[in-house]
């Protein structure tokens, strides 16, 4: 089974950074790639998917990138409102989902 | 617009079965395109995939709870369920039905249900 890890685990930054999180895969996963962001309280929401298309409706400070084994989710200028944690998911193991361990943002 | 609702007894007894409905509203739970899944969260903890049905029925577990669970659907009423059985403290966690792609895509949550498990 393919694993991925995020890093940070844990960040704190102020409004207005520029806001970067890594997601390696163990094994390559071409652009299989997916991020969320989960609110306390609230359900995951789709941000990105095939590792750079940003989701319908998702401000254009998010970005995505990457190929095989790493990708980056970044926030140019991360807004109050971008105070949460972010998964990635791999979308080839069929028919598993498969998670990340998560990255929680807060404030500084 | 897509809505799924979970529904069933927020707290459930260790060795008995956790009973969870989905119900979708806004669009049609017998969709080709389309796989229902349950994933859930423990306090506090990262997110896990607990397994996926497909309107047909063909089901989809992960390995690590496939003994303990069956996922079931019931298109005449656009509702999928889950049943976990021999519950303990550990499946205390955050339930969420959600809707996804082949590729595993989420597209859709419902709001997530807490099920505690407590004598």
């Known amino acids: 089974d393919i694993q991925l890890t995020q890093s940070p685990s844990f960040l704190s930054a102020s409004v207005g950074d520029r806001v970067t999180i890594t997601c390696r895969a163990s094994?390559?996963?071409?652009?299989?790639l997916a991020w969320y962001q989960q609110k306390p309280g609230k359900a995951p929401k789709l941000l990105i998917y095939?590792?750079?298309t940003l989701q319908s409706g998702v401000p254009s400070r998010f970005s995505g990138s990457g190929s095989g084994t790493e990708f980056t989710l970044t926030i140019s200028s991360l807004q109050p409102e971008d105070f949460a944690t972010y998964y990635c998911?791999?979308?080839?193991?069929?028919?598993?989902?498969?998670f990340g361990p998560g990255t929680k943002v807060d404030i500084k | 617009q897509l809505q799924l609702q979970e529904s069933g007894p927020g707290l459930v007894k260790p060795s008995e079965t956790l009973s969870l409905t989905c119900t979708v509203s806004?669009?049609?739970?017998?969709?080709?395109?389309?796989?229902w899944g349950w994933i859930r969260q423990p306090p506090g903890k990262g997110l896990e995939w607990i397994g996926s049905?497909?309107?047909?029925?063909?089901?989809y577990y992960n390995p690590s709870l496939k003994s303990r669970v069956t996922i079931s659907v019931d298109t005449s009423k656009n509702q999928f369920s889950l049943k976990l059985s021999s519950v303990t403290a550990a499946d205390t966690a955050v339930y969420y039905c959600?809707?996804?792609?082949?590729?595993?895509?989420?597209?859709?949550w419902g709001q997530g249900t807490l099920v505690t498990v407590s004598s």
């Open positions: 959600a809707r996804h792609s082949r590729q595993q895509l989420v597209d859709y």
């Open positions: 806004g669009g049609s739970i017998s969709s080709s395109s389309y796989y």
């Open positions: 049905i497909y309107y047909s029925g063909s089901t």
């Open positions: 094994q390559g996963i071409s652009s299989y």
């Open positions: 095939a590792a750079s």
């Open positions: 998911q791999q979308l080839n193991s069929y028919p598993r989902i498969t």
